[in-house]
């Protein structure tokens, strides 16, 4: 090796060891940063795909039960997303196909039990779940 290259190679040596730890923190703290908001998304994901998945067993299996889904969850989860709009589109269009209006509810000759369509209920819920997969 020549002289001149061992006069410098300390000088090689400690710029290679500080590019190659600033390297290692940015892609480190990239990272945990999309770690954290994988978390944070699925934090806010899983309740209301598990209140979804509920209602559409029920409504599957011939009954109906309405699924707890706040539109504050809503808003906050989609915050987190590329698309909010599709995501607070599809919400609406849920809560009307789960209100009397879009159940088409209507009670029987006797008063005493109500009839309702849950088709529309069940497309909105399918829906509404496409949109919010776990990451």
Not at 1 to 11: H, K, S, V
Not at 23 to 46: C, M, P, Q, W
Not at 86 to 112: C, H, P, R
């Amino acid at each position: 090796m020549p002289e001149e290259a061992q006069t410098y190679l300390p000088l090689i040596v400690f710029v290679w060891t500080v590019v190659t730890f600033a390297l290692g923190h940015f892609i480190g703290h990239r990272t945990a940063v999309k770690r954290d908001k994988r978390k944070e998304y699925n934090s806010l994901a899983a309740p209301i795909r598990v209140e979804l998945l509920k209602q559409l067993d029920t409504i599957e299996a011939g009954d109906y039960e309405k699924a707890n889904i706040s539109r504050d969850s809503i808003f906050s989860l989609s915050d987190l997303t590329n698309t909010p709009a599709k995501i607070t589109d599809a919400y609406k269009e849920f809560k009307f196909a789960n209100s009397w209006d879009g159940l088409e509810m209507v009670q029987d000759e006797y008063g005493m039990g109500q009839i309702m369509n849950t088709e529309k209920a069940l497309i909105a819920a399918k829906n509404l779940l496409s949109l919010i997969p776990l990451r």
